[in-house]
């Protein structure tokens, strides 16, 4: 089992490297093909960028395009560009997207506190009224799902409506040998990884990698269970996972059941919210198939909501 746990992490390591990579080359391309013609544009940059002040925290963020303000929440142990490179370029076109890294992540310096999914979502709420925002749409990816079901649960007046990538509201949303994994995950599993690397070119001391591991870690290294509060959010949700993932199907379809789902739309009308499954995709799977993923999105946060059925 362990033997199988390791090879899980090498392959999701050198699926993040491939992402680097793939970014990187991009990113190359652009600029060698900017000294061949003057009217190509170079990598998106933010408009606005800088350190939030909240909860005790100098939190790094970074503000994209103009529209409706859409706020997202990354992974465990990734940084803007690493969970977000593909896919703010396609929502920032027609809406205000904003990015920030969690305590202990990038930027973000850590601080003598309790790494907790509340702490974490106060701090998105902070980053809110930081930048002067009534309310936002939130979408969550992985640990950052499980961010911003607690952001909407604890702070529903910010919260327009909410997008969930492969995460989970109770700890045994998880796969059992998912769930199982996260006990025996250390500092050894990523070393010489892009995680690795991103942590040591920002300032950090090489030495604390493998406490920074087990501080992420240790909030899924608790039971909890939010399904009462989860089900009871006023906002609509959209969640989506893979058909690989490593999120129990039954754990989504749950949520998708208490949101009004289950039901023929043709007969009684379209839920508020929305479920997804991605066919041949897995965990890492959701954050680099954007061609895939965005439209859904899009589609989600800019619909009426009319849940009225059809009439012929």
């Not at 990598?43 to 994209?64: C, F, Q, R, T």
């Not at 640990?143 to 509201?169: C, D, K, N, W």
């Not at 604390?208 to 039971?223: A, G, Q």
């Not at 066919?279 to 909501?305: A, C, K, N, R, Y």
Request: hydrophobic letters at 40%; a neutral charge.
């Amino acid at each position: 089992m362990k033997r199988h746990i390791l090879s899980v992490f090498t392959a999701l390591m050198v699926l993040l490297g491939a992402i680097s990579c793939e970014q990187k080359a991009k990113e190359d391309n652009l600029i060698n093909k900017k000294k061949m013609d003057s009217t190509d544009s170079l990598p998106i940059k933010p408009h606005e960028s800088g350190y939030a002040d909240v909860n005790g925290l100098k939190m790094y963020y970074e503000v994209y395009g103009e529209g409706k303000p859409l706020i997202m929440v990354h992974g465990s142990f990734m940084t803007i560009p690493m969970n977000w490179a593909q896919i703010i370029p396609m929502l920032a076109k027609d809406r205000k997207v904003i990015v920030a890294e969690m305590q202990a992540h990038g930027r973000t310096k850590d601080i003598p506190r309790a790494f907790t999914y509340a702490n974490m979502a106060d701090d998105v709420s902070g980053l809110i009224t930081h930048l002067k925002l009534d309310s936002v749409d939130v979408l969550g990816y992985s640990m950052g799902a499980g961010v911003s079901f607690q952001m909407t649960i604890r702070h529903p007046e910010q919260v327009r409506r909410l997008v969930i990538l492969s995460g989970v509201y109770k700890n045994d949303g998880w796969w059992p040998e998912v769930e199982k994994s996260f006990e025996t995950m250390n500092a050894d599993m990523f070393k010489g990884s892009p995680i690795q690397q991103q942590y040591d070119s920002l300032g950090n001391d090489p030495a604390k990698f493998p406490e920074f591991i087990d501080k992420v870690m240790s909030i899924d290294r608790k039971t909890y269970d939010w399904s009462k509060e989860v089900k009871n959010i006023k906002a609509p949700i959209f969640m989506a996972i893979g058909d690989a993932d490593g999120v129990r199907y039954e754990h989504a379809l749950e949520l998708f059941r208490a949101k009004g789902g289950g039901k023929m739309g043709d007969m009684n009308g379209l839920p508020k919210s929305r479920l997804a499954i991605l066919p041949g995709t897995t965990h890492i799977g959701m954050i680099t198939q954007p061609d895939i993923v965005i439209p859904m999105i899009t589609s989600f946060l800019d619909s009426d909501l009319n849940t009225a059925p059809p009439t012929f």
